[in-house]
């Protein structure tokens, strides 16, 4: 008979447990989509880096087509900045996303107008527009750690006008 009570209790405690386990779960992936619609929606398409301390980490890392951009939330954002002014009515759509443990994958369009100063090149009047994918990861409370973002670039650059010429072979 105690046996059968241990039992009992054992396999109570193990279904709690995963119960648990797949709240906290749930929680974290709440979080993520809520921090990257806010990255989204807030940081890119309002332009408002405020926003970013409060749903990432101080390390955070942006790698653009497996090139470090930035290796913190200050590079993050002049980072961003170079695209604002750029591209003062850029927007980004997000097209599907998925969440797995602890990274969102995502597929996203970039469009915009070069009306500004894109990094250190005139603006060229040219509309932009280009998809893309990012792998973001988070730490166990939802906040951003890292960003990989892939997309084709020099899709992007022939819409600003700029010309791919052969190399000169002699």
Not at 22 to 29: G, H, N, R, T
Not at 40 to 60: F, P, Q
């Amino acid at each position: 008979m105690k046996v059968k009570y241990l039992l009992v209790i054992i396999l109570l405690a193990l279904f709690s447990c995963e119960d648990e386990q797949q709240i906290k779960k749930e929680v974290l992936q709440n979080n993520i989509m809520s921090n990257n619609i806010d990255f989204v929606e807030y940081c890119w398409n309002n332009k408002d880096l405020a926003k970013l301390k409060a749903i990432s980490t101080e390390g955070l890392i942006r790698n653009l087509n497996g090139i470090k951009v930035a290796s913190s939330q200050k590079e993050m954002e002049a980072n961003m900045k170079v695209y604002f002014n750029g591209f003062p009515n850029l927007k980004v759509t997000l097209n599907n996303t998925y969440v797995k443990n602890n990274m969102l994958f995502i597929y996203w369009t970039f469009e915009g107008t070069n009306t500004g100063v894109f990094g250190e090149t005139p603006a060229t009047g040219k509309k932009v527009k280009v998809s893309g994918f990012s792998i973001v990861h988070f730490n166990e409370n939802g906040k951003m750690i890292q960003e990989d973002i892939y997309f084709n670039e020099l899709e992007f650059l022939q819409q600003l006008g700029y010309i791919l010429n052969p190399p000169n072979v002699e």
